[in-house]
């Protein structure tokens, strides 16, 4: 099983990323994904899942109305769109896959939002 982001960087107040997370070893259309985040001293948090057919999204208030979540099951990729980034977007990004009793992560990505 391997889950493998990209797309992290550093980018000025106001600007915008695109994350990808490629997966492979499981049947990833079974899988609801999701994006999580950890910055320095702090807990790793939800930011944005979708579920196995796309059809359902759930994102963290910190987050609604600029990030959006989605995922391609012919590609086995699921996309993080980051807009309007903040300082206080900052952090380690990672991707996870959930289903029944299995739960996989990423290595993550790290975004940094500065000027």
């Known amino acids: 099983v391997q889950l493998v982001e990209s797309g992290g960087g550093l980018v000025q107040p106001g600007g915008s990323l695109r994350l990808f997370c490629a997966a492979s070893?499981?049947?990833?259309?079974?899988?609801?994904m999701s994006w999580y985040r950890q910055a320095p001293g702090k807990e790793r948090e939800l930011v944005a899942a979708?579920?196995?057919?796309?059809?359902?999204?759930n994102y963290a208030d910190s987050v609604k109305g600029r990030f959006t979540i989605s995922r391609d099951n012919a590609k086995n990729t699921v996309y993080l769109q980051m807009n309007s980034l903040k300082p206080e977007d900052t952090a380690v990004y990672y991707c996870?896959?959930?289903?029944?009793?299995?739960?996989?992560w990423g290595q993550g990505t790290q975004v940094t939002v500065s000027s």
């Open positions: 996870n896959a959930q289903h029944l009793w299995a739960d996989y």
């Open positions: 070893g499981f049947t990833f259309s079974s899988y609801r």
């Open positions: 979708v579920s196995s057919a796309g059809g359902s999204t």
